[in-house]
């Protein structure tokens, strides 16, 4: 079985910074994309942004291009989400997510497997 946690989140002012982790289990990570995806309160999920398996190659969403940055450690299992210049609209919960294939994707409904999520909340 996988699992993915979440860890990083917290409250942060308007222009700061967050990195957030995962780390995953169950299955050889090193093999599929990952990815963030958030939520806001009365919205619904979004892409935020995806690596593939290698590491080489990402892909982010229009709203956080240039400020966001994904990254993964296949050694030790963990895609990680380096967030700065943090804006009220970031707030929202992340949730970290296992493709179900090695490349890229946008859509939710290629990724297999999701963590808990964690909150992300950035105040003006």
């Known amino acids: 079985q996988v699992h993915l946690v979440e860890s990083g989140g917290g409250l942060v002012q308007t222009g700061g910074s967050l990195r957030l982790s995962c780390a995953a289990s169950?299955?050889?990570?090193?093999?599929?994309?990952m990815g963030w995806f958030r939520q806001a309160p009365g919205k619904e999920r979004e892409f935020v942004a995806t690596i593939n398996w290698k590491g080489g190659t990402t892909y982010y969403a229009d709203s956080v291009k240039g400020r966001f940055t994904i990254s993964r450690d296949n050694a030790k299992n963990t895609v990680n989400l380096q967030m700065n210049n943090l804006k009220p609209e970031d707030t929202a919960v992340y949730f970290c997510a296992g493709s179900i294939y090695s490349s890229i994707s946008v859509s939710s409904s290629e990724y297999g497997y999701w963590g808990q999520g964690t909150q992300v909340t950035v105040s003006s």
């Open positions: 169950g299955r050889t990570f090193s093999n599929y994309a």
